[in-house]
């Protein structure tokens, strides 16, 4: 059958049964100058050592490897990563988030729970309302003031009733003064009407007689003068 050798999925050459290792790597090195530390040799997805079989033998290409420092770059990435359990970003095998599933469960658990917070809640409401309707456990007795202050009632009472008897008392007393002298009071409105009429007329006179005054004290005053007058002359 033979050993067919391929480079990238490119054939190249082709060899007998027989043929032993360091002769294939001769004929390969011959066929395209690759020398044997640039490639190994793969058949059926197994890396060839020292053994040869019959059938396709694939030539892969090493890669040659820098300084590296990727490994130790991922492990300082991976020491300021915080480590976390929580896992409701994952899916499940149908395809669901967790963190879907768990709240689906949180709110069945919520429904079924319903009732039962119904009746707390009414428990609640009917004690607050016994204790609001309960009588104080705290008592106010005092003796004093309980009898001053059912007296002060009493007290109000008679002197209210004192004050209306001494009112239409007074107003008796008016009445059968006012019917014994005979006379009406007069109005002060009537009374201030005549005031007035009294004050101008006494301002009239008097305006009158302080004229005649000064007129005939004038007239004396002149006589004396003219009396001068002629006697100078």
């Given at each position: ?17 027989h043929i ?15 020398q044997p ?197």
């Amino acid at each position: 059958m033979g050993i067919n050798i391929f480079i990238n999925s490119k054939y190249i050459i082709s060899c007998g049964d027989h043929i032993k290792y360091d002769e294939l790597y001769s004929r390969i090195a011959e066929k395209i100058n690759l020398q044997p530390e640039e490639y190994y040799l793969v058949s059926n997805g197994k890396r060839l050592e020292g053994e040869l079989s019959s059938g396709d033998v694939h030539c892969v290409l090493r890669q040659l490897g820098g300084k590296g420092g990727f490994g130790s770059m991922l492990r300082a990435i991976g020491a300021q990563i915080e480590k976390t359990t929580n896992r409701e970003a994952c899916r499940d095998l149908s395809g669901r988030r967790l963190r879907d599933i768990n709240e689906e469960k949180r709110v069945r658990a919520w429904l079924e729970k319903q009732g039962e917070r119904e009746r707390e809640a009414e428990e609640r409401k009917k004690r607050k309302i016994e204790k609001l309707l309960a009588v104080p456990k705290h008592d106010f007795k005092d003796d004093k003031y309980d009898e001053a202050r059912a007296n002060l009632t009493e007290k109000v009472n008679d002197a209210f009733e004192e004050g209306l008897k001494q009112a239409e008392e007074n107003k008796e007393k008016g009445v059968e003064e006012a019917t014994s002298s005979g006379t009406k009071r007069k109005s002060p409105a009537v009374d201030k009407t005549k005031a007035k009429k009294k004050k101008k007329g006494t301002l009239w006179i008097g305006d009158d007689i302080s004229g005649s005054d000064s007129d005939s004290d004038g007239s004396e005053e002149e006589e004396p003068r003219t009396q001068k007058k002629a006697i100078q002359n």
